[in-house]
């Protein structure tokens, strides 16, 4: 689901946070933060899955509440609920991963339900989904763009929502593109997210082994870089900036899988 793109982007958080924190880092709390930086990629995730569904529910708290009203008029006892059973909605509903991690995560407790509730005024507003409503059928097709023009419609260009995310998650304006890009992914080709595992065992094999390696070999690496800068004292150069040319250093000399223009090219 991450790219290694992605992955280094944490490896590098990760050094950084390190080098930046007080008094001399413990070697093994390295993982421990790195594995930290992926569970809030992997929390971020899940609640804008979690947020799109609610607002969907939300047509069934809206039709319950119309029609429980002591004089209900023809208008509330008909309000359509077609949304709330949007079948790419239900399949991950239904998906053991996704259950698990809201069991674990628990992104109910984050949700603003006046923030559902406005998104899904706006929805029953649109042309969109009146055009939704009006029919019956269920293809895949309508399913997948009603909910892209939600996500992109009502939450994503939503300040309120955008202001909401901001508060929740200090990493949305590192990993929002790319939970965004994942999620609209999987709207229009339904794939299979698994929410309990941001990665799989090869990609958790290299970012471990990345990190791993610049914290073994840092002196090393800096003994290497040090002779080849012109003009500038290795005092000079920014602590991000030496970090990530001993993340290029490493990967050339301990990552013989990776063409070296593959690296030169992720790291300029």
């Not at 880092?25 to 993982?31: G, I, K, L, T, W």
């Not at 409503?133 to 992109?152: C, D």
Request: charged content about 30%; hydrophobic content about 40%.
């Amino acid at each position: 689901m991450i790219s290694r793109r992605n992955i280094r982007v944490k490896v590098m958080q990760t050094l950084y946070t390190q080098a930046s924190s007080e008094g001399a880092p413990v070697p093994a709390s390295y993982q421990k933060v790195l594995q930290s930086h992926f569970e809030l990629t992997r929390s971020l995730l899940l609640y804008l899955t979690y947020f799109l569904g609610q607002i969907a529910r939300f047509s069934e708290k809206n039709a319950h509440q119309r029609a429980s009203k002591h004089l209900p008029t023809a208008e509330d006892l008909k309000v359509n609920i077609k949304i709330a059973g949007n079948k790419i909605l239900w399949k991950i509903w239904e998906d053991e991963s996704y259950k698990k991690a809201v069991s674990a995560i628990k992104p109910g407790q984050l949700l603003d339900e006046e923030l559902v509730k406005k998104a899904y005024q706006k929805l029953c507003e649109s042309p969109e989904y009146r055009q939704y409503i009006s029919e019956e059928s269920r293809e895949n097709k309508q399913e997948k763009e009603i909910l892209e023009f939600m996500l992109e419609n009502l939450m994503l260009n939503d300040d309120d929502f955008i202001n909401h995310i901001e508060e929740l998650f200090s990493n949305w304006s590192d990993d929002g593109e790319m939970i965004v890009l994942l999620l609209d992914g999987f709207l229009k080709k339904t794939s299979h997210i698994n929410f309990t595992q941001m990665l799989g065992d090869d990609k958790a094999e290299f970012a471990r082994s990345l990190l791993q390696t610049v914290v073994e070999k840092s002196e090393h690496l800096e003994s290497l870089i040090v002779p080849k800068l012109k003009n500038w004292d290795p005092e000079r150069i920014a602590q991000l900036d030496m970090i990530l040319l001993k993340m290029g250093v490493a990967e050339f000399l301990y990552f013989e899988t990776i063409p070296p223009k593959v690296t030169i090219n992720e790291y300029i």
